[in-house]
């Protein structure tokens, strides 16, 4: 029989890896020809998705591979790394869990990230801002509305729509808002504009590498090496 290759079992594997599938969204950006016709429309949704993805993956192979340095059973990490669509929050909450005094509140608090703001009005200007880790944690939520409200047919991402929240038996969800993510349109319209999907695309990389790297520093000592993860910049 053939003998099949097992990926290694280890944090660095992990971020390349991770690397590997952000490497999509990047290229899917590289295509962008920055303009807004109707074929590179599609390419924005599909950045969003293929980022999310990613970071999904990402942040149950890290849990797994952290249970496994601390020498979980295979049935505890089991249970455990089955998340369903985890974002920024819940990946913290999992380290936490599991691994209590990983994070760091002076880290949390040293942490920034520069993102472009939505234009306001009739303005066409993009300002630059730095948001703090408790508002990176915010939108993330939000974008996770945005995939599913992608992923389950309820908008295209391809021009001005109604992004609804979701319900759950009835009860509306009461988190941050998909919209909120979004460039304004028109009255009750939001866009899924390129600079738009460029910032989750940043939210979920540089919040994963900032959830990541504490966890490394507890289990092995040290920070994991992010040189060949798209660093999706701002330009």
Known sequence: MPIVEVPAVDLQSTVDRFAQSL???ASLYSLHPRNADLASRALRPAMVMCVI???EGFAEDMLAVGMHIR???LLEISRTVDVNNPDLVRFE?????HFPGTLSERDHDSFR???WRQPTGDSGWWPAAELTWTKTKDEAMAWMQVRHCLAHGIVSGWGGEHWPLPTKKGVTYAGPHASSVLRETGQGLYSLAIRC???CCRIYRYGAQHLADQLAKKLIGQE??????P???LD
Request: proline residues 3%; hydrophobic residues 50%.
């Open 53 to 55: 993805a990613a970071f």
């Open 197 to 199: 999907a460029l910032n």
């Open 71 to 73: 020498k979980y059973t």
């Open 224 to 229: 994991l090496d992010w040189s060949k993860v």
């Open 113 to 115: 990230l520069e993102l």
């Open 231 to 233: 660093d999706f910049p």
């Open 93 to 97: 909450k999992e380290i936490d869990k």
């Open 23 to 25: 490497k999509v969204a």
